[in-house]
């Protein structure tokens, strides 16, 4: 288990202990953003560094300007004697009455003063806007990146286990909105250079007025700080869930799924399920909303009579002459930034602390490690292999699973033989193609490759010599010519490759149809996409086994979509191609597994028996008897 995870259940409310171990995510998740782009992020800093100035430096000015002002109407009222007072109220050369730098001028000085901080404070905040628009931008793409680039270093059966896809998915919604994280611990940095000034005034005037701020303050942190625990716990208990309403929504508005949904009539079941399950998250979360709006608001009743109650002392010292009118609004304006920067800074803890928890899923992810590990010093992969791959009582399960889906496999794949995988579904053919390909790692005993055990060679050099293609292949949604070349990506721009083997797979004469050719898009997920038959995908598919020249050939129900004439020539072909070289071959139809050296029969994960056709009919086991009921299908 991670150091980060919580024994507890997922819907428990967090402890502020771990609140605070979660800081601990912050300088890990600062160098992740730092190596995201360390200029943005230095600009940003620097910038809210500059506006956090900006309040207690507009206060202070204004208060100058009223001081100011009263000072002009004081000098007006007492210049009366002397000018005289008309009908309208104050002379009109009252103007002149204080000269100097303590006139008119110096009042507009400051007042252009105070619109010139308004300008730069407004500049500054767009600015630090744009900085967290691009460093946002900047910090999802990049962390996508990581998590694919860690994704490709991870074992199959990883992502086959539901609670490691609960963290992969966890992890992918990290990569979005993570820097509101960073905008809100550098926005706390700036509110309490800010406070440090405010609160420098307001200790100089009354000490006391501190004590009331936190105690009006505190009980909205801690109310906040709770109901955030609680919306953390729900989102984790409904991750699951979750996946499976991004599920339906995808069965129930999918052009790869409305041709079965319109069939079956399965639009009602769908939406009655999706009705159901987001209906209960709504309810769940309407509940928790409520409750924070109320207590929310009666925390906010107790942070207002907190600041009236400082309005009212500080309207006192005013009245009993001991502060200037300027005094009175700069306190007051002091004390209610303070307590608003006070109330953020708080509950931006608690977001902060949270945010913190969520890094933890993003972390964890990439703390996931593969176990097929490898080796330090990898063997040199045979060129060409001699021997063939020997199994060796090799066994595998799958994590949490009781049941083997392969044991006791004990048999030989000799150099330049092709091999039948047969046995019903379930029985553990694809399994076995994945512990050849290395793409599992048997749980007990062991694969030789040349007499060496195959974990002592590197994996991707192994996978560069077989050319593999499954039942459930994909069909990527790009150029014909680029669904050929992932057969062999290395060779992507190798034009002349992709059309050769579009030619030995029989997909040639496909391309000579499609408007594009070979730089036609498949597919209808885009504007100008062709969409092809299944027979027609499986050509295309079947195309990516001929781009490498490959020691070991694997095909897993090639022709399960194509007519009988298609499927003939897609074997003559074959055989063509695997001459001299090891070949497996997994299919239902006995007319093409015939064609193997031998053929090797699985049921229930073990091996049953194995030999030629002739041999295995003359046994009268298990092989004998499918192959009869199937042909007794076309008498």
Known sequence: ???????????????????????????????????????????????????????????????????????????????????????????????????????????????????????????????????????????????????????????????????????????????????ALLSMVMGQVQDLISMAFLAAALVAFNPWLILLLLVAVIPAFLGESYFNDRSYALMRAQTEGRRELDYLRYLGASDETAKEVKLFGLSGFLIDRFRSLSDKFYRDGRALSIKRSTWGTLFSLLGSVGY?????????????????????????????????????????????????????????????????QPVAHPRPLPQPIREGFVFEDVGFRYQHSERWANRHLSFTLRVGEKLALVGENGAGKTTLIKLLTRLYD??????????????????????????????????????????????????????????????????????????????????????????????EWQKVALARAYMRDAQLLILDEPTAALDARAEYEVFQRFAELTKGRTAVLISHRFSTVRMADRILVLEKGEMLEIGSHEE???????YAELFHLQARGYR
């Open 616 to 622: 295995l009919l003359a046994q009268g086991g298990r």
């Open 442 to 535: 048997p749980t007990e005993g062991r694969i030789l490759l040349d007499g060496v055990d195959l974990r002592e060679y590197d994996a991707a050099e192994l996978r560069s010599q077989v050319g593999v293609i499954f039942q459930d292949f994909l069909r990527y949604q790009m150029t014909m010519a680029q669904n050929i070349a992932v057969g062999n990506i290395d060779h992507k721009e190798d034009r002349g490759l992709i059309e050769a083997s579009a030619q030995q797979s029989l997909a040639a004469a496909l391309a000579e149809k499609l408007p594009g050719r070979y730089d036609q898009e498949l597919g209808r997920r885009f504007r100008h996409g062709v969409e092809l038959s299944g027979g």
């Open 308 to 372: 009236y109650i400082a309005y009212v002392v500080i309207i006192l010292h005013a009245i009993q002459g001991r502060l200037s009118i300027g005094d009175l609004t700069f306190l007051a304006g002091s004390f209610r930034q303070l307590r608003g920067l006070l109330e953020g800074i708080l509950n931006r803890f608690t977001s902060v602390s949270q945010g913190a928890i969520y890094l933890k899923d993003l972390f964890e992810f990439f703390e996931i490690g593969p176990r097929i």
């Open 1 to 179: 288990m991670s150091k980060n995870t919580r024994p507890s259940s997922p819907t428990a409310p967090l402890t502020f202990k771990e609140r605070i171990t979660a800081l601990r995510n912050l300088p890990r998740f600062f160098r992740l953003v730092w190596q995201t782009s360390p200029g943005i992020m230095l600009a940003n800093f620097l910038l809210r560094i500059a506006r956090s100035a900006i309040p207690v430096s507009i206060l202070y000015i204004g208060k100058l300007i009223i001081d100011q002002v009263v000072l002009l109407l004081s000098g007006s009222a007492n210049g009366a004697g002397v000018h005289g007072m008309g009908r309208t109220g104050i002379h009109h050369t009252w103007l002149s009455a204080v000269p100097g730098p303590g006139g008119i001028h110096h009042l507009w000085l400051l007042v252009g003063l105070e619109f010139g901080l308004a300008i730069i404070s407004d500049a500054l905040m767009r600015s630090i806007t744009l900085m967290d628009s691009l460093l946002g931008d900047k910090f999802s793409n990049f962390t996508s990146i990581r998590i694919m680039q860690h994704a490709a270093t991870l074992d199959l059966d990883q992502f086959e286990d539901s609670t490691f896809y609960d963290k992969l998915e966890r992890a992918r919604q990290q990569t979005v909105g993570r820097t």
